[in-house]
């Protein structure tokens, strides 16, 4: 009986062993792990697949290359008028480049062309060939084949605060498209009021480029991925450790003008941390770079945005370069800190977001409460069982004694 019950206890701790880090952890307090590498991008270019002619695939990856990225996204249009040879060419173009530039990874996606334009990553021609011309129905189902969908240059099209308030499973929307920088982006514009308004929209940028122009041109996107791999970008983008810089031309090729690091208490873009009140502080590190164009133009304006309002302005003007860890007093929650900064020659660069959430026991995962209460049961029950284990033994012990002589 005694061997038996050791091995009930054995079990028990094994299994209280198992379960801890799920009982005693916060699945809300997200960080990404410091193992990463970022990439510089274009996510939104067309080829002779859509209305990008005379460009081919295989040009756009030689563009990439003269401008310095790492990756492209095609992103040729689909409409109702796209058939499955036309998808089944593309795609095959696409994965023929991707082996051939070993340099250059070179992603497949689309342009889902309707009444508005979504962009979608990290599909193939058979997930393509069910979407509905429904833009809901559509996201939808980009998000349930395991993609990522963002809607295309909303200036453009005319969109409106609601008109992306109302999509569920958007991950963001283009922040720079063709050279131009989307006014859905400008402090206290649409989409500091969707960030408010519980939308953790984040933005990317893209040349857009058709017939004359490049991949690259204009603008670069910068993700952080977990490697360099296809399913690694796309698994960037959803995370959302993203920024965008715009680019100027250089001896013949394009280059972003700015690099940036930004972290709010050691915590990435795209992600959440945690504060017990409202009277918390944080420490926003900023480290902007203008190297490539250092002593031709110097860092004008630095904002730090939050709930829609520059909750600080640093002005430069005499360097090209800037590090520094900035307190923040009393920070609303929930609430968000992004990034936007200009040169003196005009040119943006732009963070996303990183989330500030608060302690409470309605953001505590229900799953976590069942865990910590079947820990703290069983752990009961272990001293129970420990103690009438030791108790018998002792009483043996004694039973058995042979007597003083």
Known sequence: MGRKLLMVLLISLLFLISI??????????????????????????HTIFSDGAPNTVEDRVQQARKNGLDFIIITDHVTAETDRKTLIAYYNAVLKADESNPDITVLWGFEWTYRWHILGYGLTPDDVELLSENIQEAITAINNAGGIAFFAHPDWSGASY??????????????????????????????DALLMSGKNYIIIGGSDAHGSEEAGQWGTTFVYCPNATKKGIIEGLKRGCVYFSESIPINGSWRPVFRLGFTVNGTLMGQTIMLPSEEDEV??????????????????????????????SIFGGTSSRFSSDILIPHVKVPSYFRVIANDTNGKYVVSNPIFIGKFAAKMENPANNILRGIYLFSFLLIAIASVAVIVKHLRNKSKFQPPST
């Open 162 to 191: 609601n008109d992306l308030y109302v999509l569920k499973g958007l991950r963001g929307f283009e922040g720079f498209n063709y050279g131009h920088m989307e006014s859905f982006i400008r402090p206290g514009g649409e989409w």
């Open 20 to 45: 801890k880090d799920f009982a005693t952890s916060d699945s809300n307090n997200l960080h990404l792990s410091s193992e990463g590498i970022w990439l510089k991008g274009d996510m939104h270019m």
């Open 283 to 312: 420490t926003v590190n900023l480290q902007i770079n203008l190297s490539i164009v250092e002593g031709k133009s110097f860092i004008h304006t630095i904002s730090i945005i939050s709930n829609g309002k520059i909750a600080k």
